[in-house]
Nanobody
Framework: QVQLVESGGGLVQAGGSLRLSCAAS???????MGWLRQAPGNEREFVGS????????YYAASVKGRFTISWDNAKNTMYLQMNNLKPEDTAVYYC?????????????WGQGTQVTVSS
């Protein structure tokens, strides 16, 4: 069973940056890996994804231009670089792997990491 282990969350001021990591214990065999987030009282929402090849990335409109997803094949680790953070980015962030671009179906989940952006 593949495990996804996240790290890198924390507290940051608005305008600051954080980088989240998602280390996979093996090959997921999934077409896409990516990130979703859930703020208190809200539905879980798609943040972005990257193809298994690591070549193509896709982002929600709310984070496009501020967040960047990358994949280090040697480390079997995905990253989410978050810049110019806003208070509305506050949420628990989950890495995930699945067959669909928007991660509407997920085969593997990370445990989640809290990101808090203060104003």
């Amino acid at each position: 069973q593949v495990q996804l282990v996240e790290s890198g969350g924390g507290l940051v001021q608005a305008g600051g940056s954080l980088r989240l990591s998602c280390a996979a214990s093996g090959r997921t065999g999934s077409s896409y890996m990516g990130w979703l987030r859930q703020a208190p009282g809200n539905e879980r929402e798609f943040v972005g994804s990257i193809t298994g090849s690591g070549v193509y990335t896709y982002y929600a409109a709310s984070v496009k231009g501020r967040f960047t997803i990358s994949w280090d094949n040697a480390k079997n680790t995905m990253y989410l670089q978050m810049n110019n953070l806003k208070p509305e980015d506050t949420a628990v962030y989950y890495c995930a792997a699945g067959p669909r671009l928007g991660l509407t179906t997920v085969n593997y989940w990370g445990q989640g990491t809290q990101v808090t952006v203060s104003s």
